[in-house]
């Protein structure tokens, strides 16, 4: 079974841009989880969809959104880029929602750098 | 104010020995604890996990520990491997919540 895949892997963009982010679950996965990973910060909760619904949602600003498409497929994406967006953007999926779950599994993450 | 802390930012260890990880937290209301693996280049991979009615698990090399009054867990690994250097992230979780993450600690085991 394929694992969770992470379209593109790295991006470069300057600031005021905006970018999309795209994530395909595992098979059969129906919730995905975005989290931001900056150094020292470890993972930060971006959002969760379950069922083409946002289910939670962490503390970022409004630039940062996202949808889930009916094949459980996802996007981020994130509006008018500042320099502290740069991170590393970490899809996840898990079977069922992910308050009631023991575990997620990530993809490789997008490496998105704002000049 | 983060909740879930990981103070040593890296940790050397020799191959064979014990790799002692710990993880710091404040949420009380935490029930569900994990232990991530990431290698450079790749998402994070579930190592472990202990429900706050527990004080202790283990699978294989590693055991995690629960000493939920002082609010600290760790990750034992014993022996260490070369193979096991990579960063460990400790997350908690309130059930019916997301996952909380730690920033993670820099394991190098030495041969």
């Known amino acids: 079974k394929a694992g969770v895949t992470q379209t593109p892997r790295y991006l470069i963009k300057t600031r005021g841009q905006q970018v999309t982010l795209s994530c395909s679950p595992i098979?059969?996965?129906?919730?995905v989880s975005w989290y931001q990973q900056t150094p020292g910060q470890g993972l930060q909760f971006l959002f969760e969809?379950?069922?083409?619904?946002?289910?939670n949602k962490g503390n970022f600003p409004g630039r940062f959104s996202g949808r889930q498409f009916s094949n459980s497929r996802s996007e981020m994406n994130v509006s008018t880029l500042e320099l502290g967006d740069s991170a590393l953007y970490l899809c996840?999926?898990?079977?069922?929602?992910?308050?009631?779950?023991?575990?997620?599994?990530f993809g490789p993450g997008t490496r998105l750098t704002v000049l | 104010d983060q909740q879930v802390k990981q103070n040593s930012p890296s940790l050397s260890v020799q191959e064979g020995r014990i790799s002692i990880l710990n993880c710091d937290y404040t949420?009380?209301?935490?029930?569900?604890f994990l232990w991530y693996k990431k290698y450079p280049a790749e998402g994070p991979t579930f190592l472990i996990s202990i429900s706050s009615i527990k004080d202790k698990n283990e699978d294989g090399r590693f055991t995690v520990f629960l000493n939920k009054s002082a609010k600290h867990l760790s990750l034992h690994i014993v022996p260490s491997q070369p193979g096991d250097s990579a960063v460990y992230f400790c997350a908690a979780r309130v059930y019916g919540q997301n996952f909380v993450f730690g920033p993670g600690t820099r394991l190098s085991v030495l041969p």
């Open positions: 949420n009380s209301m935490f029930d569900y």
């Open positions: 996840a999926s898990s079977l069922g929602e992910l308050a009631n779950t023991d575990t997620q599994y």
């Open positions: 969809y379950f069922s083409e619904t946002q289910r």
């Open positions: 098979s059969g996965h129906r919730s």
